[in-house]
C-alpha cells in the first residue's frame, strides 16, 4: 500500500507500507527508534484496546510543486 502526505507548500511525500507490530500499551520502544527514516502510525487493536497495532511506512519518494 502506498501513502502520501502533503503539506501547504505543495511537498508530497509517498511513503510504501513495509509491514506492522502488534504491541503492548506500555511498550515504549517505538519512541527510541534508531534505524532509517520512517513514517510510524500506532492505533489501538484487539479487545477493549488491549493492543497497539503499530504500522510502519518506508519514504520512496518526495516532490514539490
Known sequence: DILILSDSSGVEI???FV???LL???DTSI???QGDP???LLTCH???DS???LSKFQ???IVSR
Request: cysteine-free.
Open 14 to 16: 509517498t511513503y510504501k
Open 19 to 21: 509491514g506492522f507490530d
Open 24 to 26: 503492548t500499551p506500555n
Open 31 to 33: 519512541f527510541y527508534y
Open 38 to 40: 520512517q513514517l510510524s
Open 46 to 48: 484487539g479487545l477493549f
Open 51 to 53: 493492543e497497539r497495532l
Open 59 to 61: 519514504p520512496v519518494g
